[in-house]
């Protein structure tokens, strides 16, 4: 096994291990491969706009069979491109889930579009297309659909819904790289899609993320929105429209490509990990496992998210782990409760009862990929000791 970050996230010394040292909630899972990857770039004197971003695109669109993969400075620039090449304007609406993370909305909040909360299915946390079809208005451009915790969102009945109405669709698929729906992997299906490489998520580049795209014309486009709005063939000094500075740079793609290379391993043990906690919760009351696969939806596992009976209840278990260093999170709030939100929307509690209720009470359990067996059976008992 490798150096780095394998060893700090999951190492424990034998016998004295959980009580004694903290159990993080996430980490990354790195070796010598992206050292070495990391050093050629060093060495190679282009650190940016140099070859390596070509190289992890290529390796990425590969890995998942996309025709098109443009790697950005992180998921929020990317779900916001895909706004820009979206058009959207000061005043269009635009619906999206309240259970993600505030990117979600912000990507085109950015562009003057208005945000439109529809609740979530309380099973798949995603959601729900009537929900959806129920707040579209003249004015809506576009859905934002968001595979929470890497659970495929209902993409068939939602492209549907956007197809019918003229709306663009954006899949935020920063969350669940790997995942697939009926069948294929998501990035796959036509949306273009964002995934984000923050080192919490499958894989990472420390900070990135990658948009995927069926259309040359709008990887083009995508590409030049990143580099300030530059041209395919213009100078470094001429801009053709208003562009950003969202590129990743070449050091961040050697992280990358080091990482698809090793992606499939990344999966499966994050897999196993679910697994062996599912089984070590199977029989603890009182908490709420992450709904299974089905035949359409194949989760990719990005955080082990419980839900708790109740507010106080998921407080309790929170105090019970800061006394003993396991790490956890309070995934997801709602983001049309931030207090931004409420600010400028006015939004309050009751507009999406179910995302409000589920805010209330999920967990995220320590969770990440050489995340090892003793470590799981400490938060499980823990969590089964609070419980009681
Ligand atoms: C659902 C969702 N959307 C968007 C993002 C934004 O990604 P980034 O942090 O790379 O900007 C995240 C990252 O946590 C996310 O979980």
């Known amino acids: 096994m490798g150096a780095l970050a ?8 034998a016998g004295v291990r959980q009580q004694a040292r903290p159990i993080p909630l996430s980490g990354p899972f790195l070796d010598e491969r992206e050292e070495e990857l990391v050093l050629e770039v060093m060495r190679s004197g282009r650190l ?7 190289r992890f695109e290529e390796a990425f669109a590969e890995k ?29 609406e635009v619906i999206t889930s309240p259970y993600s993370f505030a990117a979600s909305a912000n990507c085109f909040i950015y562009e003057g579009g208005v945000p439109v909360f529809a609740d979530i299915d309380a099973r798949t946390l995603n959601l729900r297309p009537d929900a959806v079809r129920a707040v579209i208005t003249s004015r809506t451009k576009a859905i934002v659909p968001v595979d929470i915790y890497g659970y495929p969102c209902e993409l068939d009945e939602l492209r549907a819904i956007a197809d019918e109405h ?16 009926k069948g294929r992997a998501l990035g796959t299906h036509g949306p273009s899609a964002v995934f984000a490489f923050y080192p919490n998520k499958q894989m990472t580049t420390g ?11 709008e990887w083009r486009l995508l590409r030049s929105l990143r580099n300030q709005g530059r041209g395919d063939d213009g100078g470094w000094l001429e801009h053709v429209r208003l562009g950003f500075n969202y ?25 196993e990990v679910a697994r062996i906690y599912g089984e070590l919760l199977a029989a603890v009351d009182g908490v709420g496992l992450p709904l299974a696969d089905d035949d359409d939806h194949e989760r990719s596992w990005f955080v082990y998210v419980v839900a708790l009976p109740d507010n ?3 407080e309790h278990v929170i105090s019970e782990f800061e006394r003993r260093g396991i790490g956890f999170n ?39 990929t050489a995340l090892e067996r003793d470590a799981q059976e400490h938060v499980a008992d823990v969590l089964g000791a609070a419980l009681t």
């Open 207 to 217: 900070e990135g993320g990658i948009v995927t795209t069926h259309s040359e014309e």
């Open 247 to 271: 590129r990743l740079d070449d050091m961040s793609a050697a992280l990358g490509l080091g990482q698809v290379e090793k992606l499939d391993e990344i999966l499966a043990r994050r897999a």
């Open 312 to 314: 106080a209840t998921r």
């Open 6 to 13: 394998r060893v700090r996230a999951g190492d424990e010394d």
């Open 64 to 92: 998942l069979g996309v025709p098109y993969a443009a790697a950005v400075s992180s998921g929020t620039a990317g779900l916001h491109l895909l706004c820009v090449a979206a058009g959207i304007e000061p005043g269009d």
């Open 166 to 181: 003229g709306l663009a669709l954006i899949q935020d698929s920063c969350e669940a790289l790997g995942a697939r729906y």
């Open 330 to 368: 309070r995934y997801l709030p709602s983001i049309h409760l931030q207090p931004y939100m409420r600010e400028r929307y006015g939004f309050r509690e009751g507009l999406c009862p179910v995302a409000e209720d589920l805010s209330s009470r999920t967990l995220a359990l320590p969770f990440f």
């Open 48 to 54: 940016s706009l140099g070859p390596m971003v070509d």
